[in-house]
């Protein structure tokens, strides 16, 4: 018998989280309608669209682990943070996950995997260094509530459009089709149209899925405080971490960007200005406030200031 989370959601979040498939729905729907129009093989296009989105979601956890070299830790290498994980489940009535480190400096969280039976969570060193046993909980909740309300299969499902737009575009660019169209025009012209189309969905998948994302790090933040009942304990770690990814190099950061919607928070140099439209979080300032109003719903010490 599966077991419901004790995690707490946001109805509010949750409506925009909803609005917001519902448009990428309507995306993927016409996206592939005009494909198969255009291609003139629907069961092509089915077959080929199919096979990448099983091999998106079945290996974006591997391949996320890979990419940030977290590995798989027992009891006995991280007894506290094993402890900390084992607590956090046990108050939020779900299914352990595999735990993680990834050998990073750079202090961050993660999570991913399919479901809450099949889910990593990874800390890096950085994080481990850094934190308060208080603030690690925070962040660590936070995770969890990822993984208990199944974000990293809803943000594969919602990113896999994008991503097979983003292909066809990368291909039109780097094949010979239209060398070959200059012999036969009728093909130039289907392709250029896919090509079109592939771009104008890439652009609108983008900007509803950075949406998306940042409601749902909105809504874990929510949970992992009404969870641990110590908001203040999180918005100490936000700031904290967010304060220490800004002295690191922009260089440094570079390679982590790529990944970011996975992050606890995002591996920027700074506070988005204009492009927190595009931005996979929310700002920091955003993140401390709706903990500042927790912690006054919950009687308890208004949360850290905002770092400067």
Request: with cysteine; hydrophobic share 50%.
């Amino acid at each position: 018998m599966q077991m419901r989370s004790r995690f707490q959601g946001d109805r509010g979040l949750t409506v925009r989280m909803t609005v917001t498939m519902f448009l990428l729905g309507l995306l993927y729907v016409a996206f592939v309608a005009a494909l198969i129009v255009l291609l003139k093989s629907w069961l092509l296009v089915v077959v080929l669209i199919a096979a990448m989105f099983v091999a998106q979601f079945w290996f974006s956890d591997r391949i996320a682990m890979f990419a940030m070299r977290g590995r798989v830790v027992e009891r006995e290498e991280h007894p506290e943070l094993h402890a900390v994980v084992d607590r956090l489940c046990a108050m939020a009535d779900m299914p352990k996950p595999v735990v993680a480190v990834s050998e990073m400096d750079m202090p961050n969280a993660f999570a991913t995997g399919r479901d809450p039976d099949h889910a990593v969570v990874c800390v890096t060193t950085g994080l481990l260094r850094r934190l308060e046993p208080a603030e690690l909980e925070g962040v660590l909740a936070h995770e969890l509530s990822h993984v208990a309300h199944k974000d990293v299969a809803v943000i594969t499902v919602a990113s896999f459009l994008g991503v097979i737009a983003g292909l066809i575009v990368r291909f039109a660019f780097y094949s010979q089709v239209f060398g070959q169209g200059r012999r036969d025009q009728n093909t130039a012209m289907v392709f250029a149209a896919v090509m079109g189309v592939s771009a104008a969905v890439y652009a609108v998948s983008f900007l509803l899925i950075r949406a998306l994302s940042r409601y749902r790090e909105l809504a874990a933040d929510r949970a992992a405080a009404l969870l641990t009942g110590r908001p203040s304990a999180l918005a100490s770690a936000l700031t904290k971490v967010s304060g220490d990814i800004a002295r690191i190099p922009t260089k440094d950061l570079r390679t982590a960007q790529a990944f970011n919607a996975f992050y606890f928070t995002p591996a920027s140099g700074r506070e988005p200005g204009l492009e927190r439209y595009f931005s996979t979080h929310p700002s920091l300032e955003q993140r401390l406030d709706q903990l500042g109003r927790i912690s006054a719903e919950l009687g308890g010490a208004a949360a850290p200031g905002k770092a400067g």
